[in-house]
Every structure is written in structure tokens, then in C-alpha cells.
């Protein structure tokens, strides 16, 4: 890092070096002009601006001048290269002060904290990412959004919740996981991350029994009838075995590894939904020895049995057919089939000899035994009692958590798939109160583990061949490619931006060693994975996975608060470089009453443990790869106005997928609701032909009477239509007759009183 520094500060001084050069140059050039021109009187053949009293000339204008009038004006000409000379001379030496003084300031180093600049390069003034703290110089909230990895050394109570895993949590806008200990990011973030955000929102609780956590089941993601299911086997068996990652040196571990390889393999091809729990139930059958379990499913006498009979028997074969030869092996037709079926819900008989080239034995004469679990199944049965009992204890002691009621019954099915955080934009918060988690450790191993391993399985690579130019393609190829980038320049591309995951492991040393985290450090954000490990110190991290660990190494961007151990403070001291401090000393001699001073340059570390000790609460020590160190402040989240906002009522319960089934597997349920189907359409079907049979034969026997019955209907129907018409016009006839004559008898009385007028008159 010295050296780095070292060379970048050469870099910076020589490029400063330059810049003053050229000033300097150019600024004794154009004294000489203006001092040439004095010196004749602004003699009006030399032209000029002039401005009020003054002339103003080109700055270079001296060098035309001293080749044109050198022999007309050669004394003014010469004493205007002696003051240039002399000047020239002053800057040398103020140069070689300042480059003195230079060397002597930095020989022991140039450690500094970044400035407003340095801290500017790095674009930390983002509206979403991991939050770093607030910048020393602006107060803006500092926030990363790259693919480098991020470590937090911060003690209990000393803030590292207000200042990034809270703010976070609301403000990192793609896909987190986060190992939520308390469940309070749950209640402060999920409304806003469902709400605002639009991304679902998983909370996994294994110990919730308030009904707010979804289930997940890890043996739902073995790649099983393929060539990868051993390895996500191995994946699993060995994250739930090997807690403090000892590896192949322990025997007991190795072994009991084993035996899990081959039972998640068996119970995940007996039964398609089987999970962890049915692994244990395996591991601790109730009614039977689970040597004697294991060697049912082989196909070989049992552990107490002298020969084969009982096989045979438990076979279905009787008495009569079993015949025992001289060696007293057994000799009858079913024998090749004593072995357990793996195939029974595959329609590929042939499987393991197409993944395992596994063409069957004497026991298993159409190899539908699977070959793994009966190799791991065989080497457990025949290791002798005290070993096997130490492999079974092993085993046992490290998967009864699953025999837990409450925790069982948050991981029989999966409510969501790993490939679609990555898929999605999701959130994940891993759920357990701190007593107890001791309890559901191995679980949270097991998530961490599975979404690396699964996420990090195979890159696809665009190959892109370059195809081979003419002549006139390579004449037009430059002017096809300014016109590409001014075409993108005014009409740019909009590219989809692609999903990251960032895994948020707090107390990651409570869940020990992960050696898949380690491992994937180095490769992971190739595969838009990105960590942020939280722990309580460097001492501690380094406690659990050693002093020479490759998660330091990777994570480009390391954050520490305040230590309060013993340890750290030293080592984050010894992460400093050293910068060169001046120091006065003051000598007397004898009776001496004027002191004399001298002046020393001594290396000194940016911050010494004690100083590292007593860091402020407010400040953030941030350093970041290959740059200088920020000494930031932090941020007290719940001050700051725009976190208000964001606050939002907590969900009630975590969001919910449909059960999720491996396509390589054939589901019981399905396939016995399938037949159930097809038998009723079947019936079905009888019935309606039985229907139209008889409908038939009863139309021809009715037709006559239904015809009569259609024309009785039709004239009933029809006489009373008319029988009503005919009485409403006897009516309507009988009232117009009525009013006629009353008309009629009117008409007569105004007759008769005109005809008796008529007479009076005459």
C-alpha cells in the first residue's frame, strides 16, 4: 500500500509539476513582450490593443520581436534575455525549495484521509445502494450500488443498525436477503419494500406460530434424475454436518456426511416431497434398527438373520418357493428384485445407467437400485457396531433440530424458489429471536449456502465471431462507427438493467464457518451476487474463519465503528499507512540561557490503537480499495426526514408462492387425481350414452301423444283468444249502440222544439 500511495503522489507532483511549468513559461513570455515594449516606448510600429493608458500585446509576440529587431534595438534585446535569464533562474531555485521540501515531508510516507475530491470519484451520492454513512465535507448520505464486497466491523450498541443495515434495508432497490435476528427489519421495512418498491416479499420464521412466515424446503432444489444431484446433495449434507468446517480431517464428519449423501438421496427418490424432516424420521426409525432398515432397502438379510429367508419372505415369496443351495444362498425367481425401487415415479427405467452407466447386479437385475445409496447404505452396514454407532451419533446430534414440531412445519414444502430472487426483484428476511438461534442455525446455514451454490452454477458467454472485412467494409468502417456514435449519443439505448442480489449477513459469525461463502467470495459478483458481512469485530471474524481468510481479502470496502476489544484496535492501526510528521526539538548546553531547535521527520501512523480506541461515536472509519481511508460520519437514520416517509406499517404476513415441484420428478398425488379424473370422464360418458339411447326410444313412443297434447294445448289456447276478442266487441258494440241513441233521441227533441218555434212565429 506505501508503495501504491508512493507512486500515485509521484504521479500527482509531476503532473503539477508540468501545469506549473507551462504557467511559468508562458507568463515570463508574456513579461517579456510587455517589458520589450516598454523598454522602445510602445513604439506604435509594434501595433498592440490598446486599453485606456495602456497597450496590451500578444504574449509571444517577444519571440517574433527578438528575430526582427535584433539588429535595430540589439542593446534593449539583450537586456531583456538578462531579466528573462535572471526570472528564469529565481524559479529554478523556488523549485528546487519546494521539491526539497517535498522529499523531506514525505520520506516515511504519504498517508492522508480523503478529501472532497478523492471522496467524489468514488460516486457515493447514489439514491439507492448500501448505505456507507454521511460524507465528512457535504453531510450527503454516502450510498455504494457496484459489485464489490462489503465487510462491517461494528460492536453491539455502537450504531451499525441506524447507520447502514437499517437505511439499507430501505434503500437498496434490487433483490436482499437479509439474516434479520430480531425481526425488526421485518416490521420497519417490509411495507415499504412491498409497497413502494412493488417487489414480493418472503419472511421466513422457522420458529413463527403466529402464521406470518412462509415454508421452504431445501431437498425441493436437488437437481434429482440428473448428473448434478449429488452435488446439490453434498451441498446440503455437508452444510448441516460440518458446522465448523474441519473437513475431511475429522473422521466422524466425513462418515456421517456420507450416510446423509445417501439418505437425502433415497427418501428424495421415494417419495417427491420428502424434506429434512423425513431424512431424521430415516435416521431414527422407531420400529426397527436402522441397520436392519438399510438393509431392506439393499436387499440383504438383516443383521441378526443367518441367511436369506427372511428376504425372501418379506419379499412376498412363501415358504415353498425359497430353496437354499449348499452355501446356503438362496435360489428362487424374485430373488434379482429384493432390492428397493428408486424408479418408481420415472417413467425412465433406465436412469442410472444413462447418468451412472449402473447396469444392475445379481440383487438388482433391472438397476432400479441407486447406485450412490446403495454404495453409501452397503459401507455404513458393514463398518463394525462402535463405529457405526459413533457415524450414527454424529449424525443424529447434528439434524435433530428438524425433529422440532414448530420448526418442521415451516419446511415440508417451498413457498418460493431460489432462481427467482434473481429472477425477481425480491426481498427475504430470515427471521429468528437471538435465544434461539442456536436452534435454527443449521437452517440459516443451509439458505446462505443453497442461494450461493445455486445462483453460482454456470455463467452463459456470448461468442461473438468476428467476421473478416473487405476492402471497402475497412474504408467504411471508421465513418460507420461515428455515425453508430453519434446516433447513440443523441438516441441512446435503453439497457435493461440487470437484477443484483446482496446477501446482508449480520452476526454472520453466529452461524460459523460457511466455507461455501469463502470459497464464492472471489467469483460470486460475476454472478450479481454481492455480500455485505456484518460482525462484531475483526478479532472475532477472525476467531471463526482464521487469520488468513479470503472474505477480508475480497471485500473491497471494510467499515469498522468504535472497537471495544483489545485486539482490533491494533489491527486496524496496522491497516494505516504512515504519513511523515515535522517534529522541533529543543537543545541546551550548559549553561546556555537561548535553546537551539531542530527539525525532524519522523513516520507516524494515521491513527495509533489508542486513537482507534477513542474514534467519536459519530465517525465511520470507511476504507475502500485503493483509495485513501474516509473518516466519515455516521448516519443516525431515524433524524433524517426522508427515512420518515418511508415508514410504513409492517405486513401481517409473508407472501406466498404456489408449492413448487421438480419437472424431473412425477408427483403421486397428481398422477392418482389424474386417474380419478379419467375414471369419472369414463363413467361419465357411459351414462350420457345410456341417456341418449333412452331419450331416443322414449321420443318415438311419445311422439303421437306429445303431438296430441301440442294441438290440444294450441286449440284450447286459441278459443279462448277468440272467445275474449268477441266479447270485448260485444262489448265496445253494445256501448257504441248506447251512445248512437242517445244521440238519436237528442237529435229528435231539438226537431221538435224547432218545428214549435216555427209555428209560434208564423
Same mark, same amino acid.
Request: charged share 30%; proline share 4%.
Given at each position: 500500500?506505501?508503495?501504491?500511495?508512493?507512486?500515485?503522489?509521484?504521479?500527482?507532483?509531476?503532473?503539477?509539476?508540468?501545469?506549473?511549468?507551462?504557467?511559468?513559461?508562458?507568463?515570463?513570455?508574456?513579461?517579456?513582450?510587455?517589458?520589450?515594449?516598454?523598454?522602445?516606448?510602445?513604439?506604435?510600429?509594434?501595433?498592440?490593443?490598446?486599453?485606456?493608458?495602456?497597450?496590451?500585446?500578444?504574449?509571444?509576440?517577444?519571440?517574433?520581436?527578438?528575430?526582427?529587431?535584433?539588429?535595430?534595438?540589439?542593446?534593449?534585446?539583450?537586456?531583456?534575455?538578462?531579466?528573462?535569464?535572471?526570472?528564469?533562474?529565481?524559479?529554478?531555485?523556488?523549485?528546487?525549495?519546494?521539491?526539497?521540501?517535498?522529499?523531506?515531508?514525505?520520506?516515511?510516507?504519504?498517508?492522508?484521509?480523503?478529501?472532497?475530491?478523492?471522496?467524489?470519484?468514488?460516486?457515493?451520492?447514489?439514491?439507492?445502494?448500501?448505505?456507507?454513512?454521511?460524507?465528512?465535507?457535504?453531510?450527503?448520505?454516502?450510498?455504494?450500488?457496484?459489485?464489490?464486497?462489503?465487510?462491517?466491523?461494528?460492536?453491539?450498541?455502537?450504531?451499525?443498525?441506524?447507520?447502514?443495515?437499517?437505511?439499507?434495508?430501505?434503500?437498496?432497490?434490487?433483490?436482499?436477503? +437479509? @439474516?434479520? $435476528?430480531? %425481526?425488526?427489519?421485518?416490521?420497519?421495512?417490509?411495507?415499504?419494500? !412491498?409497497?413502494? *418498491?412493488?417487489?414480493? #416479499?418472503?419472511?421466513?420464521?422457522?420458529?413463527?406460530?403466529?402464521?406470518?412466515?412462509?415454508?421452504?424446503?431445501?431437498?425441493?432444489?436437488?437437481?434429482?434424475?440428473?448428473?448434478?444431484?449429488?452435488?446439490?446433495?453434498?451441498?446440503?449434507?455437508?452444510?448441516?454436518?460440518?458446522?465448523?468446517?474441519?473437513?475431511?480431517?475429522?473422521?466422524?464428519?466425513?462418515?456421517? +456426511? @456420507?450416510? $446423509?449423501? %445417501?439418505?437425502?438421496?433415497?427418501?428424495?427418490?421415494?417419495?417427491? !416431497?420428502?424434506? *429434512?424432516?423425513?431424512? #431424521?424420521?430415516?435416521?431414527?426409525?422407531?420400529?426397527?434398527?436402522?441397520?436392519?432398515?438399510?438393509?431392506?432397502?439393499?436387499?440383504?438379510?438383516?443383521?441378526?438373520?443367518?441367511?436369506?429367508?427372511?428376504?425372501?419372505?418379506?419379499?412376498?415369496?412363501?415358504?415353498?418357493?425359497?430353496?437354499?443351495?449348499?452355501?446356503?444362498?438362496?435360489?428362487?425367481?424374485?430373488?434379482?428384485?429384493?432390492?428397493?425401487?428408486?424408479?418408481?415415479?420415472?417413467?425412465?427405467?433406465?436412469?442410472?445407467?444413462?447418468?451412472?452407466?449402473?447396469?444392475?447386479?445379481?440383487?438388482?437385475?433391472?438397476?432400479?437400485?441407486?447406485?450412490?445409496?446403495?454404495?453409501?447404505?452397503?459401507?455404513?452396514?458393514?463398518?463394525?457396531?462402535?463405529?457405526?454407532?459413533?457415524?450414527?451419533?454424529?449424525?443424529?446430534?447434528?439434524?435433530?433440530?428438524?425433529?422440532?414440531?414448530?420448526?418442521?412445519?415451516?419446511?415440508?414444502?417451498?413457498?418460493?424458489?431460489?432462481?427467482?430472487?434473481?429472477?425477481?426483484?425480491?426481498?427475504?428476511?430470515?427471521?429468528?429471536?437471538?435465544?434461539?438461534?442456536?436452534?435454527?442455525?443449521?437452517?440459516?446455514?443451509?439458505?446462505?449456502?443453497?442461494?450461493?451454490?445455486?445462483?453460482?452454477?454456470?455463467?452463459?458467454?456470448?461468442?461473438?465471431?468476428?467476421?473478416?472485412?473487405?476492402?471497402?467494409?475497412?474504408?467504411?468502417?471508421?465513418?460507420?462507427?461515428?455515425?453508430?456514435?453519434?446516433?447513440?449519443?443523441?438516441?441512446?439505448?435503453?439497457?435493461?438493467?440487470?437484477?443484483?442480489?446482496?446477501?446482508?449477513?449480520?452476526?454472520?459469525?453466529?452461524?460459523?464457518?460457511?466455507?461455501?461463502?469463502?470459497?464464492?467470495?472471489?467469483?460470486?459478483?460475476?454472478?450479481?451476487?454481492?455480500?455485505?458481512?456484518?460482525?462484531?469485530?475483526?478479532?472475532?471474524?477472525?476467531?471463526?474463519?482464521?487469520?488468513?481468510?479470503?472474505?477480508?481479502?475480497?471485500?473491497?470496502?471494510?467499515?469498522?465503528?468504535?472497537?471495544?476489544?483489545?485486539?482490533?484496535?491494533?489491527?486496524?492501526?496496522?491497516?494505516?499507512?504512515?504519513?511523515?510528521?515535522?517534529?522541533?526539538?529543543?537543545?541546551?548546553?550548559?549553561?546556555?540561557?537561548?535553546?537551539?531547535?531542530?527539525?525532524?521527520?519522523?513516520?507516524?501512523?494515521?491513527?495509533?490503537?489508542?486513537?482507534?480506541?477513542?474514534?467519536?461515536?459519530?465517525?465511520?472509519?470507511?476504507?475502500?480499495?485503493?483509495?485513501?481511508?474516509?473518516?466519515?460520519?455516521?448516519?443516525?437514520?431515524?433524524?433524517?426526514?426522508?427515512?420518515?416517509?418511508?415508514?410504513?406499517?409492517?405486513?401481517?404476513?409473508?407472501?406466498?408462492?404456489?408449492?413448487?415441484?421438480?419437472?424431473?420428478?412425477?408427483?403421486?398425488?397428481?398422477?392418482?387425481?389424474?386417474?380419478?379424473?379419467?375414471?369419472?370422464?369414463?363413467?361419465?360418458?357411459?351414462?350420457?350414452?345410456?341417456?341418449?339411447?333412452?331419450?331416443?326410444?322414449?321420443?318415438?313412443?311419445?311422439?303421437?301423444?306429445?303431438?296430441?297434447?301440442?294441438?290440444?294445448?294450441?286449440?284450447?289456447?286459441?278459443?279462448?283468444?277468440?272467445?275474449?276478442?268477441?266479447?270485448?266487441?260485444?262489448?265496445?258494440?253494445?256501448?257504441?249502440?248506447?251512445?248512437?241513441?242517445?244521440?238519436?233521441?237528442?237529435?229528435?227533441?231539438?226537431?221538435?222544439?224547432?218545428?214549435?218555434?216555427?209555428?209560434?212565429?208564423?
Amino acid at each position: 500500500m506505501n508503495k501504491a500511495n508512493n507512486k500515485k503522489e509521484n504521479k500527482e507532483f509531476f503532473i503539477k509539476f508540468l501545469k506549473f511549468l507551462f504557467l511559468f513559461a508562458f507568463l515570463q513570455c508574456w513579461f517579456a513582450t510587455q517589458y520589450f515594449a516598454y523598454k522602445v516606448h510602445y513604439n506604435d510600429i509594434l501595433g498592440g490593443l490598446k486599453i485606456k493608458n495602456y497597450k496590451i500585446y500578444s504574449p509571444f509576440s517577444y519571440i517574433v520581436w527578438k528575430y526582427k529587431y535584433k539588429n535595430k534595438v540589439p542593446k534593449t534585446i539583450k537586456h531583456v534575455n538578462e531579466v528573462i535569464y535572471i526570472t528564469s533562474l529565481i524559479g529554478l531555485l523556488v523549485m528546487a525549495i519546494v521539491l526539497s521540501k517535498k522529499n523531506a515531508s514525505t520520506v516515511h510516507g504519504t498517508a492522508k484521509w480523503a478529501d472532497r475530491d478523492e471522496i467524489k470519484k468514488l460516486d457515493f451520492d447514489r439514491p439507492h445502494g448500501l448505505v456507507l454513512g454521511c460524507n465528512p465535507y457535504t453531510s450527503k448520505i454516502m450510498r455504494e450500488h457496484s459489485d464489490r464486497h462489503a465487510f462491517m466491523g461494528a460492536p453491539t450498541r455502537m450504531g451499525k443498525g441506524i447507520n447502514s443495515v437499517t437505511p439499507t434495508a430501505f434503500d437498496w432497490d434490487k433483490s436482499i436477503i +437479509i @439474516n434479520d $435476528i430480531k %425481526g425488526e427489519l421485518w416490521g420497519l421495512t417490509s411495507g415499504y419494500r !412491498k409497497h413502494v *418498491l412493488g417487489q414480493k #416479499v418472503f419472511c421466513f420464521a422457522p420458529l413463527d406460530t403466529d402464521g406470518i412466515s412462509c415454508q421452504f424446503n431445501s431437498l425441493d432444489f436437488i437437481a434429482i434424475g440428473t448428473g448434478k444431484e449429488l452435488e446439490d446433495v453434498a451441498a446440503i449434507s455437508q452444510t448441516l454436518i460440518d458446522v465448523d468446517g474441519k473437513g475431511e480431517s475429522d473422521h466422524w464428519i466425513t462418515s456421517a +456426511i @456420507n450416510l $446423509i449423501n %445417501g439418505i437425502i438421496l433415497h427418501v428424495r427418490y421415494s417419495n417427491p !416431497k420428502a424434506s *429434512l424432516v423425513d431424512v #431424521v424420521e430415516f435416521l431414527t426409525p422407531p420400529n426397527i434398527s436402522l441397520v436392519d432398515q438399510i438393509a431392506d432397502i439393499l436387499g440383504v438379510p438383516r443383521e441378526m438373520e443367518e441367511n436369506e429367508v427372511g428376504v425372501a419372505l418379506r419379499n412376498g415369496d412363501t415358504k415353498q418357493d425359497i430353496k437354499l443351495n449348499s452355501k446356503g444362498e438362496m435360489i428362487y425367481p424374485s430373488k434379482g428384485y429384493a432390492c428397493f425401487d428408486h424408479l418408481k415415479h420415472f417413467k425412465d427405467k433406465k436412469l442410472f445407467k444413462k447418468i451412472y452407466s449402473y447396469e444392475g447386479t445379481d440383487r438388482d437385475l433391472e438397476g432400479r437400485l441407486h447406485p450412490l445409496v446403495a454404495r453409501e447404505f452397503m459401507a455404513f452396514f458393514k463398518t463394525p457396531d462402535r463405529e457405526r454407532g459413533s457415524i450414527l451419533s454424529t449424525a443424529t446430534q447434528k439434524l435433530k433440530i428438524f425433529l422440532d414440531p414448530i420448526i418442521a412445519q415451516h419446511i415440508r414444502k417451498s413457498d418460493f424458489t431460489i432462481k427467482q430472487l434473481m429472477e425477481e426483484k425480491c426481498t427475504l428476511y430470515l427471521v429468528t429471536p437471538p435465544k434461539n438461534l442456536y436452534r435454527t442455525k443449521s437452517l440459516l446455514r443451509l439458505i446462505f449456502t443453497q442461494v450461493v451454490f445455486e445462483l453460482t452454477d454456470r455463467m452463459s458467454f456470448d461468442s461473438k465471431v468476428t467476421k473478416k472485412l473487405n476492402f471497402i467494409q475497412k474504408l467504411l468502417k471508421p465513418f460507420s462507427t461515428q455515425f453508430n456514435n453519434f446516433v447513440n449519443y443523441f438516441f441512446p439505448k435503453v439497457v435493461p438493467e440487470k437484477n443484483q442480489i446482496l446477501l446482508m449477513i449480520d452476526e454472520a459469525t453466529a452461524l460459523g464457518k460457511l466455507d461455501i461463502i469463502e470459497q464464492s467470495m472471489a467469483y460470486a459478483a460475476g454472478y450479481r451476487l454481492k455480500f455485505f458481512i456484518i460482525a462484531q469485530s475483526l478479532n472475532q471474524f477472525k476467531k471463526i474463519y482464521g487469520e488468513n481468510n479470503y472474505i477480508i481479502d475480497n471485500c473491497s470496502i471494510q467499515m469498522f465503528l468504535t472497537p471495544n476489544d483489545d485486539k482490533t484496535p491494533k489491527m486496524l492501526s496496522d491497516m494505516f499507512d504512515t504519513y511523515t510528521e515535522k517534529v522541533r526539538n529543543e537543545s541546551k548546553k550548559g549553561f546556555q540561557l537561548v535553546p537551539t531547535y531542530s527539525w525532524s521527520y519522523v513516520p507516524r501512523k494515521l491513527m495509533t490503537p489508542g486513537e482507534v480506541r477513542t474514534l467519536p461515536y459519530e465517525d465511520v472509519i470507511l476504507m475502500v480499495t485503493g483509495q485513501n481511508p474516509i473518516r466519515a460520519k455516521k448516519l443516525i437514520y431515524y433524524e433524517d426526514k426522508r427515512y420518515d416517509l418511508k415508514k410504513l406499517p409492517g405486513l401481517k404476513k409473508s407472501d406466498i408462492n404456489e408449492d413448487f415441484s421438480n419437472k424431473n420428478e412425477i408427483d403421486i398425488e397428481k398422477l392418482k387425481n389424474l386417474k380419478v379424473i379419467e375414471k369419472k370422464e369414463e363413467e361419465f360418458t357411459q351414462k350420457l350414452e345410456a341417456f341418449n339411447e333412452a331419450l331416443k326410444e322414449a321420443t318415438d313412443d311419445l311422439y303421437e301423444e306429445i303431438s296430441t297434447n301440442r294441438s290440444n294445448f294450441a286449440k284450447k289456447y286459441f278459443d279462448e283468444l277468440y272467445q275474449k276478442e268477441i266479447n270485448e266487441k260485444e262489448e265496445n258494440l253494445s256501448k257504441y249502440t248506447k251512445e248512437v241513441r242517445k244521440m238519436n233521441n237528442d237529435l229528435l227533441e231539438k226537431m221538435n222544439e224547432t218545428e214549435i218555434n216555427f209555428s209560434n212565429e208564423r
